[in-house]
Nanobody
Protein backbone atom coordinates (compact mmCIF):
# COMPACT_ATOMS: atom_id res chain seq x y z
CA UNK A 1 0.00 0.00 0.00
CA UNK A 2 1.17 3.51 -0.83
CA UNK A 3 -0.21 6.77 0.50
CA UNK A 4 0.24 9.91 -1.54
CA UNK A 5 -0.35 13.42 -0.22
CA UNK A 6 -0.45 16.37 -2.58
CA UNK A 7 0.05 19.98 -1.65
CA UNK A 8 0.79 23.31 -3.26
CA UNK A 9 -2.42 24.10 -5.08
CA UNK A 10 -4.08 27.48 -4.91
CA UNK A 11 -5.44 30.48 -6.75
CA UNK A 12 -3.11 32.35 -9.08
CA UNK A 13 -3.41 34.76 -11.97
CA UNK A 14 -2.67 33.85 -15.55
CA UNK A 15 1.05 33.87 -16.25
CA UNK A 16 2.04 33.02 -12.70
CA UNK A 17 3.61 29.82 -11.39
CA UNK A 18 2.86 27.12 -8.85
CA UNK A 19 4.73 24.09 -7.64
CA UNK A 20 2.80 21.03 -6.58
CA UNK A 21 4.29 18.42 -4.29
CA UNK A 22 3.38 14.77 -3.84
CA UNK A 23 4.83 13.02 -0.82
CA UNK A 24 4.81 9.22 -0.83
CA UNK A 25 4.55 7.22 2.37
CA UNK A 26 7.64 5.22 1.54
CA UNK A 27 10.42 4.90 -0.99
CA UNK A 28 8.76 3.79 -4.22
CA UNK A 29 10.43 5.48 -7.14
CA UNK A 30 12.58 2.47 -8.06
CA UNK A 31 9.55 0.34 -8.89
CA UNK A 32 6.83 2.88 -9.57
CA UNK A 33 6.01 5.23 -12.40
CA UNK A 34 4.87 8.55 -11.02
CA UNK A 35 2.37 10.78 -12.73
CA UNK A 36 0.45 13.98 -12.38
CA UNK A 37 -3.11 14.03 -13.70
CA UNK A 38 -5.76 16.68 -13.70
CA UNK A 39 -9.52 16.80 -13.96
CA UNK A 40 -11.48 19.91 -14.82
CA UNK A 41 -15.23 20.16 -14.14
CA UNK A 42 -17.19 18.16 -16.68
CA UNK A 43 -14.07 16.68 -18.24
CA UNK A 44 -12.25 13.38 -18.00
CA UNK A 45 -9.12 12.99 -15.97
CA UNK A 46 -6.07 13.47 -18.15
CA UNK A 47 -2.37 12.78 -17.82
CA UNK A 48 -0.28 15.92 -17.49
CA UNK A 49 3.22 14.57 -16.85
CA UNK A 50 4.87 11.31 -15.89
CA UNK A 51 8.25 10.10 -14.73
CA UNK A 52 9.43 6.52 -15.02
CA UNK A 53 11.66 4.84 -12.49
CA UNK A 54 14.71 5.61 -14.63
CA UNK A 55 13.86 9.30 -14.68
CA UNK A 56 12.45 9.38 -18.19
CA UNK A 57 9.70 11.96 -18.48
CA UNK A 58 6.81 12.62 -20.79
CA UNK A 59 4.30 15.44 -20.99
CA UNK A 60 0.95 16.20 -22.48
CA UNK A 61 1.39 18.43 -25.52
CA UNK A 62 -0.65 21.19 -23.93
CA UNK A 63 1.83 21.62 -21.07
CA UNK A 64 5.14 20.96 -22.82
CA UNK A 65 7.57 23.77 -22.21
CA UNK A 66 5.53 25.09 -19.27
CA UNK A 67 5.37 22.22 -16.77
CA UNK A 68 8.23 20.18 -15.35
CA UNK A 69 8.01 16.98 -13.34
CA UNK A 70 10.84 16.15 -10.99
CA UNK A 71 11.51 14.11 -7.88
CA UNK A 72 13.58 14.08 -4.73
CA UNK A 73 14.42 10.50 -3.88
CA UNK A 74 15.62 11.37 -0.39
CA UNK A 75 12.26 12.96 0.43
CA UNK A 76 10.10 10.44 -1.47
CA UNK A 77 8.51 13.45 -3.13
CA UNK A 78 7.51 14.22 -6.69
CA UNK A 79 7.00 17.78 -7.88
CA UNK A 80 5.17 19.48 -10.69
CA UNK A 81 6.50 22.93 -11.50
CA UNK A 82 3.88 24.83 -13.45
CA UNK A 83 4.88 28.04 -15.19
CA UNK A 84 2.99 30.42 -17.43
CA UNK A 85 -0.29 29.15 -16.08
CA UNK A 86 -3.44 29.67 -18.12
CA UNK A 87 -7.11 29.68 -17.10
CA UNK A 88 -7.47 26.37 -18.99
CA UNK A 89 -5.06 24.81 -16.49
CA UNK A 90 -7.72 25.18 -13.80
CA UNK A 91 -8.46 21.71 -12.43
CA UNK A 92 -7.99 19.36 -9.54
CA UNK A 93 -4.50 17.90 -9.84
CA UNK A 94 -3.85 14.35 -8.71
CA UNK A 95 -0.65 12.50 -8.06
CA UNK A 96 -0.54 8.83 -9.04
CA UNK A 97 1.88 5.99 -8.50
CA UNK A 98 1.70 2.89 -10.68
CA UNK A 99 3.59 -0.18 -9.70
CA UNK A 100 5.75 -1.71 -12.42
CA UNK A 101 5.45 -5.04 -10.60
CA UNK A 102 1.77 -5.40 -9.63
CA UNK A 103 0.41 -2.67 -11.96
CA UNK A 104 -1.67 -1.35 -9.05
CA UNK A 105 -2.23 2.39 -9.15
CA UNK A 106 -2.46 4.56 -6.08
CA UNK A 107 -3.93 8.06 -6.06
CA UNK A 108 -3.58 11.09 -3.89
CA UNK A 109 -6.56 13.09 -2.69
CA UNK A 110 -6.04 15.88 -5.20
CA UNK A 111 -5.23 19.56 -4.91
CA UNK A 112 -7.18 22.38 -6.53
CA UNK A 113 -5.44 24.73 -8.93
CA UNK A 114 -7.40 27.77 -10.08
CA UNK A 115 -6.01 30.21 -12.62
CA UNK A 116 -7.84 33.49 -13.06
CA UNK A 117 -7.66 35.58 -16.21
Amino acid sequence: QVQLVESGGGLVQAGESLRLSCAASRSIFITYTMGWYRQAPGKQRELVAAMANDGTTNYADIVKGRFTISRDDAKNTVYLQMNSLKPDDTAVYYCAAKSRVSFNTYWGQGTQVTVSS
